[in-house]
């Protein structure tokens, strides 16, 4: 359910006029005193009440009775004190765009805090929103929700447009995805995308993300149609734009599509697009995510040695852009490669780094369970049973918390595999029955 946003925000005139009588009664003026020759008492206790917006040339004028810079008066931050959280703010931006996630949350952190109680709602916003994108980033989605929500309200306000909003909208979207609330996200990016559109304002660029990470969420749901009809119209407005990372955003989501309907080669052929425009980027860590696809799809093509130099290629990169759910993806996928090739002590002791490195990661659930799996049969393949029968469980209980009827179906043909081990055949049959069943209700 998405929740209704406030209408509680003051208004800037009101604000304007709360500061203006806090700073006149600390001045030690009644309304006449501040009003001069060149206003009556009633006009200033109307800008103080904020029933009128008083000019600029005005506000200067008072701001000048009251000994305060124009801009303080105005929005309640002084020209210094702006400059200086738009250097905070600039830095933390940086910081987020270069994957540095950590440094970029205690970035923003310094910024709202130095905007804290000066009342401009243009810079907390701001503040809000990024310091959100790199929580989430970091693998803290609630946390981030919980800051949207306090952007949402302030965003309410009327100097904040439509895209503004839908930017918001966009965000919890996002992190909604990251914690499994799928239908949560698709309706709030249906609504994000609606706000944007009909706002009239040029968007394209959000609007390209919203599709794109909506694509994502109908992929989740193995709505692959809907999934490809997003990632054609994202890609349609950012080449429009000559947005290069939006192409690359694109064509990686249109390689993730085409992997899952089985198209392989066209798959392999969109990954690499994607990975070309993320190294002109230099943006190593979608590079490193590149590679990790190309390593699954080559290996599904048959070439397990270039597979094997992808993934750790992949690992590689991991490391060096300090992402270890990314590294944790590529250390499953090598660990599956020994498990093929029967190596299971080296299969074990891979899926194990792999998890060890998703703890706590509520939002790489959906990697979780692959490396339970992979555990798991490297420990039935050797005799140790009730180990695997507790990494099936767990892979089972994290497809089920992502509700992945995909990801369960394969929870359950290991439990069947073990119990035929066992010799409990009539456990196995029943097993193999759900997934059969399940799978025949999965729209491919």
């Given at each position: 359910m998405i929740l209704s946003a406030t209408t509680s925000t003051p208004t800037a005139?009101?604000?304007?006029?709360?500061?203006?009588?806090?700073l006149r009664v600390a001045a030690g003026l009644t309304q006449t005193e501040l009003a001069g020759d060149r206003f009556s008492k009633e006009y200033i206790s109307q800008i103080e009440r904020g029933k009128t917006r008083p000019t600029d040339a005005t506000v200067t004028w008072l701001a000048e009775r009251l000994g305060v810079d124009p801009a303080f008066l105005s929005v309640g931050v002084s020209t210094e004190e702006r400059t200086?959280?738009?250097?905070?703010?600039?830095?933390?931006?940086?910081?987020?765009?270069?994957?540095?996630?950590?440094?970029?949350?205690?970035a923003f952190r310094e910024a709202r805090l130095a905007v804290k109680g000066t009342l401009a709602p243009a810079l907390e916003f701001r503040a809000l929103l990024g310091e959100a994108w790199a929580l989430q980033q970091h693998g803290e989605a609630q946390g981030a929700v919980e800051l949207l929500q306090r952007a949402r309200e302030i965003g309410e306000g009327p100097e904040f447009s439509d895209v503004e909003r839908s930017d918001i909208l966009f965000r919890l979207g996002v992190c909604r995805y990251k914690l499994s609330s799928i239908g949560t996200a698709v309706a709030l990016f249906d609504e994000a995308l609606a706000l944007a559109e009909r706002s009239g304002l040029p968007c394209d660029l959000l609007r390209a993300d919203i599709l794109g990470w909506r694509s994502?969420?109908?992929?989740?749901?193995?709505?692959?149609?809907a999934a490809r009809e997003d990632v054609e119209r994202a890609l349609e407005l950012a080449q429009d734009l000559g947005d290069r990372r939006a192409i690359a955003n694109t064509y990686f989501q249109a390689s993730l599509i085409t992997q899952r309907q089985g198209h392989w080669v066209l798959s392999r052929?969109?990954?690499?697009?994607?990975?070309?425009?993320?190294?002109?980027?230099?943006?190593?860590?979608?590079?490193?995510?590149?590679?990790?696809?190309?390593?699954?799809?080559?290996?599904?093509?048959?070439?397990?040695?270039?597979?094997?130099?992808?993934?750790?290629?992949?690992?590689?990169?991991?490391?060096?852009?300090?992402?270890?759910?990314?590294?944790?993806?590529?250390?499953?996928?090598?660990?599956?490669?020994?498990?093929?090739?029967?190596?299971?002590?080296?299969?074990?002791?891979?899926?194990?780094?792999?998890l060890d490195l998703l703890q706590g990661r509520e939002d790489y659930l959906h990697e979780v369970c692959p490396s339970q799996l992979v555990l798991g049969r490297a420990l039935m393949e050797r005799g140790r049973n009730d180990e695997a029968e507790?990494?099936?469980?767990?892979?089972?209980?994290?497809?089920?918390?992502?509700?992945?009827?995909?990801?369960?179906?394969?929870?359950?043909?290991?439990?069947?595999?073990?119990?035929?081990?066992?010799?409990?055949?009539?456990?196995?049959?029943?097993?193999?029955?759900?997934?059969?069943e399940a799978l025949q209700e999965i729209r491919f």
């Open positions: 005139s009101v604000r304007l006029g709360e500061r203006m009588r806090a200086k959280v738009e250097a905070l703010l600039a830095r933390a931006e940086a910081l987020s765009e270069a994957n540095r996630d950590e440094e970029a949350v205690d994502r969420c109908h992929r989740r749901q193995r709505d692959y149609v052929s969109y990954a690499q697009r994607a990975r070309e425009l993320y190294q002109g980027l230099n943006d190593e860590r979608n590079v490193g995510r590149l590679l990790l696809t190309l390593g699954g799809l080559t290996l599904l093509l048959g070439d397990e040695e270039q597979a094997v130099e992808h993934l750790k290629a992949s690992y590689s990169r991991a490391l060096d852009t300090d992402s270890p759910p990314d590294a944790a993806q590529a250390l499953e996928g090598l660990a599956r490669v020994h498990l093929n090739r029967g190596e299971y002590d080296q299969a074990d002791g891979l899926a194990r780094q792999a507790e990494c099936f469980r767990a892979a089972d209980a994290a497809a089920e918390q992502l509700a992945s009827i995909s990801h369960r179906t394969e929870a359950w043909v290991a439990l069947g595999d073990l119990a035929a081990r066992r010799g409990q055949d009539r456990e196995a049959a029943r097993l193999y029955r759900n997934a059969a």
